[in-house]
């Protein structure tokens, strides 16, 4: 085995252990908290090791790079939970219903309405969980809806026929995250949700005290990620 996927292997044991602990901590049931690999500009070789250490559930941040790469995974491992984690286009709907199990960015009328177009012509062959993003911080240059707008959207999504799961966000770099986490926990209790994708590799901690059930890293556990190209 190559000191890659060596050191893909130790850091992978790490954040799960990392997480065991936070679990422990703040009162959390053990395995109660779902750890997503993020593995955008992660070449298929490069999420084997991952796979083959035991871990299965990845997330994504474009649709195209996902179609590229995770079928031919998928016949090796057809228990993957694949989650769509970054901005997606409405245009790009058909194609992350059939592709993900997960999609985390529900963010707009106009795209809530193309994926429950796309959701009934799969007839319940794929019905991807649907989680709505919220932008804590109301960052213009982030998606995801106003906290003050959350509670109408997400009422304007059932009315749509999309069953929502949960919510994600990701508070801005600049804040201190907790009280962005503490936020989102409060509009998915009062909404009667129960999953919070929230914390990255930097302050997931943070993000297991205050509920969060699924936490997005990426670099820990890859290392430094190359420069997409536009």
């Known amino acids: 085995m190559s000191d890659t996927a060596n050191n ?3 850091n992978l044991a790490e954040i799960q252990a990392a997480i065991s602990r936070a679990e422990a ?26 796979l083959e250490a035991g871990q299965r559930v990845f997330g994504e941040n474009y649709v195209q790079e996902a179609k590229e ?36 960015t ?33 960052e213009p240059q ?26 994600m966000c990701i508070p801005p770099a600049d804040q201190p995250p907790s009280p962005h986490f503490g936020l989102l926990a409060k509009i998915a209790a009062r909404n009667g949700l129960k999953t919070l994708s929230m914390g990255m590799s930097a302050d997931f901690d943070a993000a297991i005290q205050l509920g969060a059930t ?6 820990a556990i890859f290392g430094a990620r190359p420069a997409r190209a536009a």
């Open 142 to 167: 982030k998606g995801g809806v106003a906290p003050s707008d959350a509670d109408a959207f997400l009422l304007a999504c059932r009315e749509r026929g999309l069953e929502i799961v949960g919510l």
């Open 106 to 138: 529900v963010d707009r009328l106009s795209l809530a309405s193309e994926l429950a177009k796309e959701i009934a012509k799969a007839a319940g062959a794929r019905r991807p969980r649907l989680l709505v993003q919220v932008n804590t911080g109301e």
């Open 25 to 50: 901590d703040y009162g959390r049931a053990p395995g109660s908290v779902q750890l997503v690999a993020v593995s955008k500009t992660v070449p298929p070789e490069g999420i084997l090791p991952a």
């Open 214 to 219: 699924h936490v997005r890293v990426g670099t």
């Open 69 to 104: 790469k995770w079928p031919g995974l998928r016949e090796r491992f057809p228990d993957v939970e694949l989650h769509m984690i970054g901005p997606l286009q409405s245009n790009k709907a058909r194609d992350a219903v059939r592709l993900f199990d997960v999609i985390e």
């Open 8 to 10: 893909l292997r130790k």
